[in-house]
């Protein structure tokens, strides 16, 4: 056989030709070019397959890390600017609401309170209290710093950690709110007096030093009848404790005038009259007498003179704030005194019957003698002034042209008195006050015509 390329002889145990060197395994030239070797064609294919799977591999470990990486910190730049804010929950205890920022159908897990919460018009709320992070009493610290681990959680599925954050968080004090008295020094006239409050339920309760725990309800409501005797300060300490939170205090100051003869008010005496008169009735030391200084029916005074006990009718001449004062006496000992204010106002019907259409021109200057009488006020607020605490809605009971100014002082059912809104109220005549250089009368608006 010949070489097919140089065309020499070649023996049959030869495996390439002497002459060219060309190997006897190779098929001949198809179309002019030559094949190559089958083996080193495999080779060939192997490199470019490992070629690929080596860019593939880099492909995996560099670039999808860092798109994987922009994603996330594309969705950190979006979603990390959550707020934090400090509340008072319904039941009075403290709290944090921590709002995160998403895509609705999302939600947001936070590890360390162990649940998700759900975007729900752009945003998720997480509420919790402050308890929750300190122990069953929590006295030798003041506070806390509590780290927040939040993982973003798409509606796909997909996972993305936002950078933790922390918050300091007060220990907080045990929640009780005093409903009665409103203030934490008061006058009484009497020798009982309610108190009222509410805790948690399950709170410890401790009054001056007496615990009154088995006293609250299941709604965390106490209410307590003290015993407050004519020594001056009569000094009430409140102590609640509550589990997960401080102690907290309370102090409260009834105050009962110092007296040589024993003299009180009964509880049951009101301080709002729908009538001109009221039954005032209370008890003394017996042998004492009874001397009323207010306006009253003089034959409704009666006085037990081995119990002490007396009551009379009293009488009230105006609307609002009557006073009613009475002392009780002991040849040889200092009188004692009580004074207080019964605010008379009779229902709308009696109060309006006989209302006075506004007569402006005599009302200016018989504003003393008419004190009291009752007019419908009909205008426009045309301004809104105050002076010592005391806010007035001015009026123009007239028209533009011809402008006539009162003073209306609110205490109806209406509300503020708004500025250019009109109004139809029922007001009887106070005085005057002095408004923009001039006086003007000054009248107490106690109901509206509709």
């Not at 710093?145 to 954050?165: A, E, N």
């Not at 709170?203 to 965390?220: A, H, L, M, P, T």
């Not at 105050?386 to 402008?403: E, F, H, K, P, R």
Request: hydrophobic share 40%; glycine share 6%; proline share 4%.
């Amino acid at each position: 056989m010949t070489c097919p390329r140089c065309g020499a002889t070649i023996k049959a145990s030869m495996n390439k030709c002497a002459k060219c060197g060309l190997p006897l395994n190779y098929e001949d030239k198809v179309a002019g070019d030559e094949k190559l070797p089958l083996k080193n064609l495999l080779g060939r294919a192997a490199l470019v397959v490992l070629a690929a799977l080596v860019t593939l591999i880099i492909f995996l470990l560099i670039e999808e890390p860092l798109r994987i990486r922009r994603q996330n910190n594309a969705i950190t730049k979006q979603y990390v600017k959550q707020t934090v804010e400090a509340i008072t929950l319904e039941n009075g205890t403290r709290g944090h609401a921590l709002t995160f920022f998403g895509e609705d159908g999302d939600c947001v897990y936070i590890e360390e309170l162990g649940e998700s919460y759900m975007f729900v018009g752009g945003i998720a709320r997480v509420v919790f209290p402050d308890y929750i992070w300190f122990e069953s009493d929590p006295t030798t610290i003041d506070n806390a710093l509590i780290t927040f681990s939040p993982v973003y959680i798409s509606s796909t599925g997909k996972q993305t950690r936002i950078p933790v954050f922390s918050i300091k968080v007060d220990v907080p004090e045990a929640p009780v709110t005093i409903t009665q008295p409103t203030s934490d020094h008061v006058t009484v006239i009497t020798a009982q007096t309610g108190l009222a409050m509410n805790v948690v339920y399950g709170s410890q309760v401790i009054i001056n030093g007496e615990d009154v725990s088995d006293k609250v309800d299941r709604s965390g409501n106490l209410a307590l009848t003290l015993n407050i005797e004519p020594i001056g300060d009569n000094n009430i300490s409140i102590i609640v404790r509550t589990d997960n939170h401080r102690e907290a205090r309370r102090d409260i100051v009834f105050y009962r005038e110092v007296m040589d003869i024993n003299l009180e008010v009964d509880a049951s005496v009101q301080y709002i009259s729908r009538l001109n008169y009221m039954t005032v009735s209370g008890r003394t030391e017996p042998g004492a007498t009874i001397t009323v200084d207010t306006d009253f029916e003089r034959d409704s005074l009666a006085l037990d003179q081995l119990t002490g006990k007396f009551s009379f009718r009293a009488r009230f001449g105006a609307y609002g704030k009557n006073l009613v004062s009475f002392r009780s006496s002991i040849p040889g000992r200092r009188d004692s005194a009580i004074s207080f204010y019964v605010d008379y106002l009779p229902a709308k019907a009696e109060y309006t019957r006989n209302a006075w259409q506004m007569d402006y021109a005599h009302l200016l200057p018989y504003y003393e003698q008419w004190n009291g009488r009752v007019f419908l006020c009909i205008g426009q607020i045309v301004d809104t002034y105050v002076d010592s605490g005391t806010t007035y809605s001015i009026m123009n009971v007239g028209n533009a042209q011809d402008v006539k100014l009162v003073a209306l002082e609110n205490q109806s059912n209406v509300g503020r008195l708004l500025q250019g809104e009109e109004y139809a109220m029922y007001a009887d005549v106070a005085g005057r006050i002095f408004y923009n250089d001039n006086y003007i009368p000054y009248l107490i608006a106690r109901y509206s015509r509709d």
